[in-house]
């Protein structure tokens, strides 16, 4: 098969996956190719896509790669598609996501003592939404459940990896330089 037609071909299967495509998927798909040569053809993919301009893109999100609509276009695709539905993250939300991604695994007692409330029903808000999971039980007296974070939470948030979470130095750099009157938006777009 010629390199144009392996690309395309590679292209195909990440198009249609509804989940994200690692390269040890595609490897057990195309297996005359070396990792470096999928990972060769995904990266000229990624570009040839960023390039078009175009109302999709290929992105690197959670360990593997997922066309993914671009989110300037997300008021018309919830309109068309009534499955696809924004929902807004509240402050509670988001301090109990940041904690649980930057110190998982982690028991609700823990998360409490950081925010200094109760925090069942964000949790529980959360891991229906599929954006906070049970990764155990904690070897104490009782065995709370440990929390993280799932792969849906790096899909949401467009992170390729837990390690694209910014450092907490570059956070507070960033909020000394934000104006005191513009908070962030936490709207995020989910199915």
């Known amino acids: 098969m010629e390199p144009t037609d392996i690309k395309k ?9 509804d989940q994200p495509v690692t390269v040890d998927k595609l490897m057990q798909v ?6 470096a040569d999928i990972k060769k053809h995904v990266k000229e993919l990624i570009e040839e896509w960023s390039g078009f301009g175009r109302g999709f893109r290929l992105e ?15 008021e018309f695709i919830a309109s068309f598609n ?5 929902f807004r993250l509240s402050r509670a939300a988001l301090e109990v996501i940041a904690i649980i991604a930057y110190k998982q695994p982690v028991t609700k007692v823990e998360v409490e003592s950081i925010r ?3 925090s069942s029903g964000v949790i529980n808000a959360l891991l229906e939404r599929r954006i906070l999971e049970i990764k155990g039980r904690k070897e104490v007296i009782g065995k709370p459940f440990l929390y993280g974070t799932t792969e849906e939470f790096l899909e949401v948030f467009g992170l390729k990896s837990l390690s694209d979470l910014p450092t907490l130095k570059e956070i507070d750099d960033i909020s000394k330089n934000l104006d ?12």
């Open 60 to 74: 690197e999100v959670a360990g593997g790669y997922q066309f993914r609509t671009n989110p300037a276009h997300s």
């Open 116 to 118: 200094g409330v109760d």
């Open 82 to 86: 009534k499955k696809v539905r924004k």
């Open 9 to 17: 071909a590679v292209e195909a299967v990440i198009f249609i996956s």
């Open 180 to 191: 005191p009157g513009i908070s962030p938006n936490p709207e995020v777009a989910a199915e």
């Open 30 to 35: 195309f297996t005359e190719l070396e990792r």
